[in-house]
């Protein structure tokens, strides 16, 4: 690590969270590297598979500016497989999976995002192709049962810097702005209950089973 790079480093307290979260977890942050903005970490998420560390996913991790920028956390080059020839284990819809949504959950705060890639996971991408709304999707409602309430899908990210298809989740700042986001949900899962009755492909059939469970889940929320 460059001094400069420690010099970010320090202080940086969505990834100092992130970082402590991830202990013990067979998960480890590391390469890190300054990115082209002030504030910004780039680093690499590792697995150890027989002894070995492979690289599943890239991060950057932007510290914020307060009290004008509010820090960001986004991943990318998500590996659905992690190992080698002989050792390979998934990644996309896994424990580990699980374990770096549940870190990444507790590091961001109420109105901090979290920008995630899905366009190498199957289930996920072929639901939102097929008009699913995110929270139905198979990584929108890993997000939403982490807490987070308002969503946005980068379809076709703009220019090439920008990465592949992503999610873009925020917590609610604050409860009022969670029941507005929630009745927008409701809303736009009954109207996708409505136009698809029946399943026709089997990501789809679990995007209804998760939107009619959602729906009713919400409506008992709102009371």
């Not at 990115?35 to 914020?64: E, T």
């Not at 109207?191 to 729906?215: D, I, K, Q, V, Y």
Request: proline share 6%; with cysteine; hydrophobic share 35%.
């Amino acid at each position: 690590m460059t001094g400069r790079v420690r010099h970010l480093v320090h202080g940086c307290t969505i990834l100092d969270r992130l970082e402590q979260d991830l202990r013990g977890t067979g998960l480890r942050l590391g390469d890190k590297r300054g990115g082209r903005i002030k504030g910004l970490i780039l680093l690499n998420l590792h697995v150890s598979i027989g002894g070995l560390p492979y690289r599943a996913a890239s991060l950057a991790v932007f510290c914020g500016r307060p009290p004008y920028y509010r820090p960001w956390i986004e991943v990318y080059n998500i590996e659905p497989v992690i190992g080698g020839e002989r050792s390979s284990i998934p990644f996309i819809d896994s424990q580990m999976e699980a374990l770096l949504l549940d870190s990444l959950a507790k590091a961001l705060g109420p109105g901090d995002r979290l920008f995630i890639e899905y366009y190498r996971d199957p289930e996920t991408l072929a639901q939102l192709e097929q008009g699913s709304p995110v929270i139905a999707s198979r990584l929108g409602y890993e997000l939403y049962k982490r807490g987070f309430t308002w969503f946005k899908v980068w379809y076709y990210p703009e220019g090439f810097n920008e990465g592949g298809q992503k999610i873009q989740a925020e917590k609610p700042l604050d409860g009022e702005r969670r029941v507005s986001h929630l009745k927008e949900h409701l809303a736009e899962l009954k109207s996708f209950l409505e136009r698809h009755r029946m399943p026709t492909s089997p990501e789809l059939g679990l995007a209804l089973a998760r939107a009619r469970r959602l729906a009713r889940e919400i409506e008992k929320i709102l009371g």
